[in-house]
């Protein structure tokens, strides 16, 4: 049975009438009973039965009409999730993030997507920058977060965050509670740091504050992932050095001071493939763009 077919079925025990049906369907009334005829004949019983003065559905036609209905829901069903999709009100993003904004910019990414966004499922992938970068060329990617001084070549960008740059002590260190930090209070500490092929920014960041006054920094411990970073700067392993919004949340027992003598901030994108054709894509760009603002004045508070 054919989606035209079970319409007409349908629309036929709507008004038990053959004539009434094609002219509700815009059909020739020889159209509609040919149809009925034959799909009786297909499946070996009456639909309905049928006198000169009365039309009623017979078991056999309560058995098919039910049929005929979850032919057409079906039906309709998938032409509204298809258009629902194009629209970009319902999909997937393949998301890649890094250690860098899982805290701050993920969180509120995600909770912005349920509220506003409920049909659209969010694929997070834990990767560090670079990773991230390659799979964005490959396509294995939607969208990825970057931080660094410029965006990745070769792919679109927003330019969606700065964010400030901080040491991160444990509570009981010195240094605590004082309202910001200068290189004269760090030139003698020992630091957390993540790997040069990982931890790019930070590395470079911490390079170019110490190339500045031409001293190499004393590295305590290399460690790969933000959360082990952050347990053993609270242990006292040693200091570390982060780039967050300043209205994040910190982790008990550490405390986040500002760098005084520093005036950059590193930059965070949003990147993607020009080429991308997952329908959901702009949409879910275009929801980041509402949220820059909101991203910023959290930079700047």
Not at 230 to 251: A, F, I, S
Request: glycine letters at 6%; one cysteine or more.
């Amino acid at each position: 049975m054919r989606i035209d077919e079970a319409q007409i079925a349908l629309k036929v025990a709507e008004h038990l009438s053959f004539s009434l049906a094609a002219e509700r369907l815009q059909l020739a009334n020889s159209k509609v009973t040919r149809v009925i005829i034959n799909l009786e004949a297909e499946y070996g019983h009456a639909i309905f039965s049928r006198t000169t003065r009365k039309m009623t559905i017979t078991p056999y036609g309560e058995v098919f009409l039910r049929h005929a209905q979850r032919i057409v829901s079906q039906d309709e069903n998938l032409r509204d999730e298809l258009l629902a999709l194009s629209q970009g009100q319902i999909g997937t993003i393949e998301l890649g993030y890094s250690g860098n904004v899982m805290s701050d910019i993920l969180p509120r990414v995600v909770a912005n997507v349920l509220t506003n966004m409920p049909g659209i499922n969010i694929t997070p992938k834990f990767a560090w920058t670079q990773e991230i970068a390659k799979n964005l060329h490959e396509g294995s990617l939607d969208l990825g977060f970057i931080s660094g001084l410029s965006p990745e070549p070769g792919l679109e960008y927003l330019h969606f965050a700065n964010k400030e740059i901080y040491f991160i002590v444990p509570e009981n260190h010195p240094l605590a509670h004082r309202p910001y930090i200068e290189f004269a209070d760090v030139m003698n500490e020992k630091f957390v740091v993540g790997p040069y092929n990982k931890w790019r920014s930070q590395r470079m960041m911490l390079d170019d504050y110490f190339g500045r006054h031409n001293q190499p920094y004393n590295v305590a411990f290399v460690i790969d992932d933000p959360v082990s970073m952050d347990v053993l700067v609270q242990m006292g392993v040693g200091m570390g050095l982060n780039y967050e919004l300043p209205d994040t949340v910190v982790r008990p027992g550490i405390v986040r001071l500002p760098v005084k003598d520093i005036d950059s901030c590193i930059p965070v994108y949003v990147q993607w493939r020009q080429s991308n054709n997952n329908p959901v894509l702009r949409p879910f760009i275009s929801m980041l763009e509402d949220m820059k603002p909101l991203i910023v004045e959290a930079s700047l508070s």
